[in-house]
């Protein structure tokens, strides 16, 4: 879950409430994303990298990353190669794959293909 104890690795892209991308980012290290998403977001399957979707965020697209917490808003095919994490306010519509699941004890709402 994203909170004030969420760890920011060195080389983490904020993109902030209020700020809107249209079309595909690829990273290496760590994305938080409170804002909005038009595109598919990849990175490295065989790296560490996670995927933060905070409480405002959105993406409306495909999403490949070995780790993703979601708490806010994704449509779209979800690709974890390690773990996806739902936190209290995940809304994840699509197809999921990943090898760990974890979900919190939330109002958490989900539509997908597991």
């Known amino acids: 879950m994203i909170n ?9 892209t904020l993109l902030a409430e209020g700020t809107e991308f249209v079309g595909n980012i ?3 290290d760590q994305l938080i994303v ?4 038009e595109g598919n977001i990849d990175a ?3 790296g560490q990298a996670m995927l933060v979707v905070g409480k405002r965020g ?3 697209g495909r999403v490949s990353v070995p780790n993703v917490v979601v708490d806010g808003y994704v449509e ?3 690709h974890a190669a390690s773990k996806v994490e739902l936190a ?3 809304h994840l519509v699509g197809a999921v794959s990943y090898t760990h699941l974890r979900a919190h004890e939330t109002d958490s709402y989900l539509v997908c293909r597991l």
């Open 4 to 12: 004030r104890k969420t760890k920011v690795n060195k080389g983490a």
């Open 26 to 28: 690829a990273f290496e």
């Open 34 to 37: 409170n804002g909005r998403i």
């Open 44 to 46: 490295d399957p065989q």
């Open 58 to 60: 959105y993406i409306l």
């Open 76 to 78: 779209g095919e979800v």
């Open 88 to 90: 209290e306010n995940a």
